[in-house]
Structure formats: C-alpha cells, structure tokens
C-alpha cells in the first residue's frame, strides 16, 4: 500500500516537473479555465468562498492552479488562497502581480505542500481586492526545478461578479 502510494505521488510529480520543464521563461498559454463557483454555509457565521481552476487539457482533468477567496460576514475580511503546482522551488515561492505589474519583487511562500499541490493563504487588504476586481489577468510567476521561471496568466473575467454574491460590498 505504502509502495502504491509513493508510486502515486512519484508520478505527480514527475508530471509537473516536466510540465515546468518544459521552456524557461515560458508563459504558459495553452491553458483552460473552469467557471466561477460559489459555495456558501449556511449559519449564522456565513461563510462563503469563490473558487477557480486552470487546467492543463480541455477536457479539465489537469488541475493546475487553483485559487479561492473567502469571506465570513459580518466581517469584511478577505483571504486569498492560492494552491500552487508541485513541481516548483519551494524557497523561492510565488511571485504575484496583476495584468503585468508584480506586487513585490520576492515571491510569496507557500504554507505547506500537500498532493493537491502547493499552499499559499493570505488576508487580502482592500486595495489589493480592488486590484482583483479591476485587473483582467492575476500574474504567477515560479521557478522551476532547473532554475526557470515559469509564467501564468490566470483569467480573473467575472470575478468582480461572482464576488459580489459572497459579500456586502
């Protein structure tokens, strides 16, 4: 059992080092992205989330990057979750900016790295929300295994719509 798992978990990876491997500097562009969805709790503490996915084939069964923001009114407040492909330095993180302009020259560390890839949470500042609701592209930029650096343009269309559904704002 122990042999299946690390087989299981040895592929994923070698799927997404290659993935990565690929061409340096390259902006991945062959790219699909899911539809919005929204999932909300239903108690008196409401939490709610929109959530989605990029995948690397049409049929959407290569999940490459997900991201997700969450609010629980009353409060105003919003986290960013980003899971991130396996597959990339870990020190080195994620950089992240919009429709071309990074936020920080350093990347963003990941959490934690779990098989469904690699964990980045954040609260958002409402500047930064601003910046999702107005920008056309969310820009990820890592490094891969052999020292590239892998670009990602993430399709935010419908986000400020889709938004509005889990807030008061």
Same mark, same amino acid.
């Given at each position: 059992?122990?042999?299946?798992?690390?087989?299981?978990?040895?592929?994923?990876?070698?799927?997404?080092?290659?993935?990565?491997?690929?061409?340096?500097?390259?902006?991945?562009?062959?790219?699909?992205?899911?539809?919005?969805?929204?999932?909300?709790? @239903?108690?008196n503490?409401?939490?709610? /989330? *929109?959530? +989605?996915?990029?995948?690397?084939?049409?049929? %959407?069964?290569? #999940?490459?990057?997900?991201?997700?923001?969450?609010?629980?009114?009353?409060?105003?407040?919003?986290?960013?979750?980003?899971?991130?492909?396996?597959?990339?330095?870990?020190?080195?993180?994620?950089?992240?900016?919009?429709?071309?302009?990074?936020? @920080?020259?350093?990347?963003?560390?990941? /959490? *934690?790295? +779990?098989?469904?890839?690699?964990i980045?949470? %954040?609260?958002? #500042?409402?500047?930064?929300?601003?910046?999702?609701?107005?920008?056309?592209?969310?820009?990820?930029?890592?490094?891969?295994?052999?020292?590239?650096?892998?670009?990602?343009?993430?399709?935010?269309?419908?986000?400020?719509k889709?938004?509005q559904?889990?807030?008061?704002?």
């Amino acid at each position: 059992m122990k042999i299946k798992a690390f087989i299981t978990i040895a592929i994923i990876i070698l799927f997404q080092t290659q993935l990565f491997a690929d061409e340096q500097n390259k902006i991945i562009s062959k790219l699909y992205s899911s539809e919005w969805t929204v999932n909300c709790s @239903s108690e008196n503490n409401k939490e709610c /989330n *929109i959530e +989605r996915s990029v995948f690397t084939n049409q049929e %959407m069964k290569n #999940k490459l990057i997900t991201i997700i923001m969450k609010t629980k009114l009353p409060s105003k407040e919003v986290r960013f979750i980003l899971i991130s492909p396996l597959g990339t330095l870990i020190p080195s993180g994620v950089r992240i900016g919009f429709d071309g302009k990074f936020m @920080s020259k350093n990347g963003y560390s990941f /959490n *934690i790295c +779990r098989k469904i890839g690699c964990i980045t949470s %954040m609260m958002v #500042k409402k500047e930064t929300l601003e910046k999702f609701k107005q920008a056309e592209n969310l820009n990820l930029e890592y490094v891969g295994p052999n020292g590239q650096k892998i670009n990602i343009d993430f399709p935010l269309d419908g986000f400020t719509k889709e938004f509005q559904k889990i807030s008061k704002t």
